[in-house]
């Protein structure tokens, strides 16, 4: 962390997007190999995989793009 | 007894895995990791109350809408659109959307060129003392009120939802939130307020998606909806899906409205009034950096907010569509909560109209979804709560400490006072919260007393920047009168409940038709009084007046940008995107 604060709000939010996509895609996989005794409605679309995986994904990018090292002032 | 048994308590609607349990965890732990991160960019007054006014178009428009988009707001209007159908949308179309864009393209020059702090600040510019004392007064005294009492549905929603212990929840969410806002002022609550419009959407988007795929799409929910409400013996079962073609008469909708409640109660008065006047929204789009980035923001926090039904009214839809008890496979009918929620209600298994977001939470998402839903409704809370401690920070730190008991406070003292503040503005809402425990009443009076201070506030703020002529008598007399008369009105209805056919022109005007009318006619007494007084007083010399009124008020050219980057041209095509949803729901 810079110090003034040169940490995006943006970086933030791809920590969290990334960190809950991470959680609920992997958790999704391991549902693939025992399937929940009570399964949600639609189960068979597996939701938390492809849900997860956009918000991994998304979380990603927006990491990459505002990191601290790539931008300087970004903190608004 | 362990944590578990300590937080949990009776039945739950769901239950939560330790994959959901890591998600609300972490949410908690990188909220308050940006309060400390932030507390080095809090040194001065205008940094701790306005984010040192430096927030881009984008950052303050999306907390502009976030500040609004608590979880009470989501449950409630889910729970809303179930009981009343698609009419409930109109509170995110036209009681919002012409008043965002109004905002920005009318008032916010005036906000922005006068540097107010607040809006009581505003109305100290434009008619002295005594109008900002009577404005910063109730709403610094209804906000802390309303923070508790938000804490405490929020509470009882962890408990029915969660089956958390009320105390315990009360206590983690407010001690953070005091924590974050103490240590990062209005930017760590901003901050805040866009990382929980991204869990929100993240969190709730799949309901809908999921819903529309179950039901077979619009026309499949449609027709799913009348059939359940036929068999249900329900009247007029089509209305639950028309925004206007039921509106020509009172009887003929489910809300008991017309169009004239909705169109100059809702649409004209009362969400005018909120979006432009009340300073927990509008205390956001005074952060932003420059006059674009400041009209900008409420077009960009209007083009999401017309998107909010998706998430909203259209699971309280599909609830009605869908929703079947697991046991019997019979079709759920959902009742108010004052009723699910009592002893008897949960014996037998009852739920309320505010669980029907909850239970489709629940029936779409495994474990890891849940949780993230489950944060954006904890998220959404905490936000709402931290929006109404700093704007109760700052207007009492500028509004009535700096103008009533020491008028030379130094710079230093306004932030130190303001993170003072923040904590008793939680301590108060605690005691608020536990005040409601003991007396449910309260909570339904002074939420619905709040409603309407901000409809006169709306009239007074609007004569004061359109009207050179408004004095500053008339301005005091007229905030005064119509706030008088609101609450007169809500008493007369309350002693008599006969004088609904005078308030709301309709016995069978439901709770919020007769917010409407209300409104509109405490806002009519402010503007004749306002306008009345005025006549025969003596106005302000224009010198006084340039910055604060239209006509003495030069409004600076935009800078030379493309059209693309103009507000005009972005709230024109908000203004088409309005026109084409209003018609394709008519």
Sequence with gaps: MKAGGALSIWFFIGLSLLVNGGLILGYGLYELTRRPEHPVVLYQLHANIWWGAVLFLFGAIYCYHFAPGRRSVTGH | ?586
């Design chain 2, 1 to 586: 007894m362990n944590l578990a048994l300590i937080i949990l308590t009776g039945n739950q609607l769901v239950h939560l895995t330790s994959v959901d349990l890591v998600i609300i965890v972490f949410y908690f732990v990188l909220v308050l990791a940006i309060g400390l991160y932030l507390k080095q960019r809090a040194n001065t007054s205008d940094d701790f109350f306005l984010a040192g006014r430096e927030m881009t178009a984008w950052v303050a428009g999306l907390a502009f809408l976030s500040a609004n988009l608590g979880s009470l707001e989501l449950m409630g209007w889910a729970g809303n659109a179930y009981k009343y159908g698609i009419l409930a949308a109109h509170w995110y179309w036209i009681g919002a959307i012409p008043a965002m864009l109004f905002l920005a393209l009318v008032m916010m020059p005036f906000y922005h060129i006068c540097r107010t702090h607040s809006v009581p600040g505003y109305l100290k510019l434009r008619f002295g003392e005594g109008s900002r004392a009577l404005s910063a007064i109730s709403f610094a005294f209804m906000t802390v009120l309303m923070s508790g009492i938000n804490m405490y549905a929020m509470a009882v929603v962890m408990r029915v939802v969660l089956g958390w212990n009320i105390h315990f929840s009360i206590m983690v969410s407010s001690i953070t939130v005091a924590i974050y806002v103490a240590l990062g002022g209005l930017r760590s609550a901003i901050f805040n307020e866009v990382l929980q419009f991204f869990l929100i959407w993240a969190g709730a988007l799949l309901i809908p998606i999921l819903g529309l795929v179950e039901a077979g799409g619009w026309s499949g929910l449609k027709a799913r909806i009348l059939q359940n409400l036929t068999e249900q013996h329900v009247a007029n079962p089509g209305a639950y899906t028309h925004l206007w073609s039921t509106l020509g008469d009172f009887g003929n909708n489910p809300m008991g409205i017309n169009w004239v409640g909705i169109v100059f109660g809702l649409g004209a008065v009362i969400s005018m009034g909120y979006w432009t006047t009340d300073f927990l929204v509008v205390q956001r789009v005074l952060a932003a950096k420059d006059l674009r980035s400041a009209k900008l923001a409420p077009i960009i926090g209007a083009a999401f907010k017309m998107m909010v039904p998706f998430i909203v009214i259209l699971p309280g839809l599909l609830g009605l569509a869908l929703l079947r008890d697991p046991n019997t496979g019979h079709l759920l009918r959902l009742v108010p909560g004052d009723l699910a929620w009592s002893d008897a209600g949960q014996a037998q298994g009852l739920h309320g109209y505010d669980e029907v977001l909850p239970l489709m939470l629940a029936r779409y998402c495994g474990p890891g979804l849940l949780g993230l839903g489950i944060t954006a409704l904890i998220a959404g809370f905490m936000s709402g709560m931290a929006g109404n401690v700093s704007a109760f920070a700052t207007v009492w730190t500028y509004d009535i400490y700096g103008a009533l008991i020491d008028k030379n406070a130094s710079d230093e003292s306004k932030v130190r006072m303001g993170r003072w503040c923040t904590l008793l503005g939680v301590a108060v809402s605690i005691g608020t919260a536990y005040l409601v425990m003991q007396s449910q009443s309260i909570m339904d009076y002074v939420q619905q007393l709040f409603s309407f201070f901000i409809a006169p506030l709306f009239g007074t703020v609007l004569l004061g920047m359109l009207w050179k002529r408004a004095t500053p008598a008339g301005g005091f007399w007229g905030l005064f009168a119509g706030t008088a008369s609101s609450v007169g009105m809500w008493a007369w209805v309350k002693l008599n409940p006969g004088a609904v056919k005078y308030v709301a022109l309709s016995l069978r005007a439901q709770d919020q038709a007769q917010n409407m009318f209300r409104a509109l006619w405490c806002w009519l007494i402010c503007v004749l009084v306002t306008v009345g007084v005025s006549l025969v007083t003596k106005p302000k010399p224009d010198a006084e007046l340039t910055g604060l009124v239209y006509g003495l008020t030069a409004i600076p050219h935009e800078e030379q940008v493309s059209v693309f980057h103009r507000p005009i041209f972005w709230a024109v095509v908000v203004a088409i995107v309005f026109v084409i949803l209003n018609i394709i729901f008519w």
